[in-house]
């Protein structure tokens, strides 16, 4: 077996009270670097300051410790000299290891999961997000209350009782299952407002597109960027954990609603995904995923698979593979990667359609908002409309629901050629003089 030891010296002034330690054991199951270095990452979202690094290589966890006794005598040592508050440890951690390893380091411990339920606990602001979040947490805590051993008891006996009562763990127990039971049947009274508000947007014909993938890919830059939504985009994981939408104009005159979704990580806790169901299925439901990555990442090609993984588990979840939304990969950022790099970009595609963007620069926009509009389902059509002069309100709807490539005035009215959506096809049916097959 093999440890390293990494040390950080405190560089920063401001640096938050509480001082982790980051331990990690390589089994070999994943890439235990970058997931150390993601930790890196979450654990400073969380506002810890990273004091110092422990990976561990074994064959698998210790059942006990997950990294082993003896190990874990360097770490409690390497917390005394530190001065250590917190370890977090880079995999879900059973009940009795957590207990064991806290009662031998003497120091509180948190392992992945509740680190990004924490991060999320913090960020959530919308009442459904809470609900989701807190919901998770629950669910977490609950098989784990069995290890917390016989201090939560509170068995007795004596003159006037009929056997022990019921201990502490048995009431949490009961508690927690009735809290989850209850955030449940808010969630899905939140999950039957989405579906009557689909069915809305399907009846007026309104198309939706929402941003995905890994986090801190630049998803909320992307979205300020095309809306002017100001919507809060920082360098930090899961600054976004609330979806946003906002109305965008396309090239051909088609107004979409746009949605920013919660970012992703590699292993996200399955009690998220359960909780956050709902709001995923929404991005899942859109009718074009657009599939943001940090094109500057090393790890580019994994951030894009973790997303479209998850992806794929909902669509099996609603076993309707026909309704499957295409998928764009947008590569942003692009402004920080070498004209070397560039080139290989679209061969981490994997076939798919791809796009090279920068959110901050406006490099790409518009290329993107084209293929938007290309990916989008074909009820557009282009025509020459000969509209009456006392038809000025219909004019004023071609002009903003559709792409007006030209107008003339003439004595029977106004002569307009305009790419337009069904819906107002429809209602301009006998002004159409030309259609798109005669003015090609």
């Keep these: 077996m093999e440890s390293e030891y990494n040390m950080l010296s405190e560089n920063t002034p ?11 054991v390589d089994t070999g199951e994943f890439d235990a670097d ?28 210790d059942k006990a410790t997950c990294i082993g ?8 040592d390497l917390c ?25 380091a003497g120091r509180r411990v948190v392992d992945r999961t509740a680190l990004i339920l924490d991060i999320f606990a913090r960020r959530a602001r919308s009442a459904e997000g809470r609900l989701q979040v807190e919901l998770a947490q629950l669910q977490y805590r609950l098989p784990r209350l069995a290890g917390m051993g016989t201090a939560l008891s509170r068995l007795g006996g004596g003159i006037g009782t009929r056997g022990p009562g019921e201990s502490q763990l048995e009431s949490d127990r009961r508690h927690i299952r009735r809290r989850i039971d209850h955030l449940k049947r808010e969630l899905e009274e939140v999950e039957k407002r989405r579906r009557l508000i689909r069915g809305r947007r399907r009846k007026t014909a309104v198309c939706t597109v929402a941003l995905v993938g890994y986090t801190n890919a630049g998803k909320s830059s992307l ?21 946003t939408s906002r109305a965008l104009r396309l090239p051909d005159g088609r107004e979409v609603l746009l949605t920013d979704t919660v970012g992703l990580v590699r292993r996200l806790p399955h009690q998220l995904v359960d909780a956050f169901r709902s709001t995923l299925e929404e991005a899942a439901q859109a009718d074009v ?3 943001v990555c940090d094109a500057s990442s090393e790890e580019a090609e994994e951030h894009l698979r973790v997303t479209e993984d ?131």
């Design 14 to 24: 401001s640096a938050p009270p509480e001082r982790a330690l980051l331990v990690s």
């Design 34 to 61: 970058a997931s150390l270095e993601e930790l890196r990452e979450l654990a400073r979202s969380a506002g810890a300051e990273v004091c110092g690094v422990v990976m561990q290589r074994r064959e698998s966890p």
């Design 69 to 76: 006794r003896g190990r874990l005598e360097e770490i409690q």
């Design 80 to 104: 005394q000299k530190n001065d250590i508050d917190l370890l977090i440890f880079d995999r879900e951690l059973s009940a009795t290891q957590h207990r064991n390893i806290e009662d031998a």
């Design 223 to 243: 979205m300020n960027a095309l809306t002017s939504a100001d919507v809060l985009a920082e360098d930090r994981l899961f600054a976004t954990l609330d979806p």
């Design 289 to 291: 995923l657009l599939n």
């Design 310 to 440: 998850l992806l794929q588990q909902l669509w099996n979840k609603e076993g309707d593979t026909a309704k499957r939304p295409p998928v764009l990969r947008v590569f942003n950022k692009c402004d920080a990667v070498s004209a070397g790099d560039r080139e290989r970009l679209p061969s981490l595609s994997g076939g798919s359609s791809s796009i090279c963007i920068s959110a901050l620069t406006g490099e790409g926009l518009d290329e993107l908002l084209q293929a938007l509009a290309a990916a989008l389902p074909p009820d557009r059509r282009r025509v020459r409309l000969l509209l009456p002069f006392q038809e000025g309100g219909m004019a004023g709807r071609c002009r903003r629901e559709g792409a007006v490539e030209a107008e003339e005035y003439t004595p029977d009215g106004l002569l307009m050629t305009v790419t337009l959506g069904a819906r107002l096809l429809n209602q301009v049916t006998a002004y159409i003089v030309e259609d798109e097959s005669s003015l090609r």
